[in-house]
């Protein structure tokens, strides 16, 4: 008689253990696209799009972020970084993590002028930096210690090469 009693109690537990692992599933896969969804919404040039123009020149046409912001994957050292487009920055500007996984070497030493005032960084001149199908090379860049943030500034020392049109939520990048 035990046996018969315990089994009624053995799948109820069973049960509730297949509940709670269905639950469990549930909300790891809401949180997946929750996090996708938010990563889309600060960059949603995750995938940029490019093209030949008429011209036969490369172009990228990247969409603005909702802060208002044109942020886009692409690659320094065929190493695979975001970009926060910043026409106010003179040079592009590495955080240190990024600078050592793309294998960009210090140079020397260098005062530059932010916008939370002066920091120290060290030029140096990125072999390759790509934005799409537009590519450039021996592009001067600083690596910056106290950049706080993941995101590369792709500043004036790339962006000085292209036409630059802005219409609405879109920026066109031609080489």
Same mark, same amino acid.
């Not at 537990?13 to 909300?27: C, E, H, K, P, S």
């Not at 990563?39 to 490019?50: E, L």
């Not at 210690?145 to 802005?166: R, S, W």
């Given at each position: 008689?035990?046996?018969?009693?315990?089994?009624?109690?053995?799948?109820?537990?069973?049960?509730?253990?297949?509940?709670?692992?269905?639950?469990?599933?549930?909300?790891i896969a809401l949180t997946s696209a929750?996090?996708?969804?938010?990563?889309?919404?600060?960059? %949603?040039?995750?995938?940029?799009?490019? $093209?030949?123009?008429?011209?036969g020149r490369p172009e990228v046409v990247?969409?603005?972020?909702?802060? /208002?912001?044109?942020?886009?994957?692409?690659?320094?050292?065929?190493?695979?970084?975001?970009?926060? @487009? =910043?026409?106010?920055?003179?040079?592009?500007?590495?955080?240190?993590?990024?600078?050592?996984?793309?294998?960009?070497? &210090?140079?020397?030493?260098?005062?530059?002028?932010?916008?939370?005032?002066?920091?120290? /960084?060290?030029? #140096?001149? @990125?072999?390759?930096v790509r934005l799409g199908a537009i590519?450039?090379?021996?592009?001067?860049?600083?690596? $910056? %210690?106290?950049?706080?943030? =993941?995101?590369?500034?792709?500043?004036? #020392?790339?962006?000085?090469?292209?036409?630059?049109?802005? &219409?609405?939520?879109?920026? #066109?990048?031609?080489?």
């Open positions: 008689m035990a046996s018969s009693s315990s089994q009624p109690d053995t799948r109820r537990t069973i049960g509730r253990f297949m509940a709670i692992i269905f639950w469990l599933l549930v909300l929750f996090q996708r969804f938010l990563a889309y919404k600060n960059n %949603p040039n995750q995938r940029v799009a490019s $093209s030949i123009g008429v011209d990247l969409k603005r972020n909702q802060q /208002g912001h044109y942020v886009a994957n692409g690659f320094i050292n065929d190493v695979s970084v975001t970009f926060l @487009l =910043d026409t106010g920055a003179t040079g592009v500007a590495l955080p240190l993590a990024v600078a050592r996984a793309a294998g960009v070497p &210090r140079g020397p030493t260098v005062t530059t002028q932010t916008a939370n005032g002066p920091a120290q /960084g060290f030029l #140096t001149e @990125l072999e390759t590519e450039q090379r021996a592009v001067g860049a600083v690596v $910056s %210690p106290g950049l706080a943030m =993941d995101e590369v500034l792709l500043g004036m #020392t790339f962006l000085k090469n292209l036409e630059i049109i802005q &219409r609405g939520n879109t920026l #066109t990048l031609r080489q």
